[in-house]
């Protein structure tokens, strides 16, 4: 059974920075790209960041390009998204997500992954 556990929402004032934390089964960290994908109230869900769990650069949409970074623990078996400069609009649900495959050369869509964890809130005000 594979488990995707996102921490780390909440509440933060515009212009502050949360770090989110992913921790998946240890089945699933391997040869995986993994995400996190946000959905904004009443909107699609957008793929915000992805990074290989093996060699390879990190991939960002546009939105958040230069504000957020995703990054990954391998000893800890984690998954990061620090973001920085936040603004009323990055408000949404948070989830990490992962894809089994060797290779993870751009942002993977939503719908591409095959794994999702429950989501954590982040609010911006």
């Known amino acids: 059974h594979v488990q995707l556990v996102e921490s780390g929402g909440g509440s933060v004032q515009a212009g502050g920075s949360r770090r989110l934390s992913c921790t998946p089964s240890g089945s699933i960290y391997n040869d995986n790209c993994m995400g996190w994908i946000r959905r904004a109230p009443g909107m699609e869900r957008e793929a915000v960041a992805a990074?290989?769990?093996?060699?390879?650069?990190?991939h960002y949409a546009d939105s958040v390009l230069g504000r957020f970074t995703i990054s990954r623990d391998n000893r800890e078996n984690t998954l990061y998204l620090l973001m920085n400069s936040l603004q009323p609009e990055d408000t949404a649900i948070y989830y990490c997500?992962?894809?089994?495959?060797?290779?993870?050369?751009?942002?993977?869509?939503?719908?591409?992954?095959?794994?999702w964890g429950q989501g954590t809130q982040v609010t911006v005000s």
């Open positions: 997500a992962a894809k089994r495959t060797n290779w993870c050369g751009r942002l993977l869509g939503p719908d591409e992954y095959d794994h």
């Open positions: 990074i290989y769990t093996g060699l390879g650069r990190a």
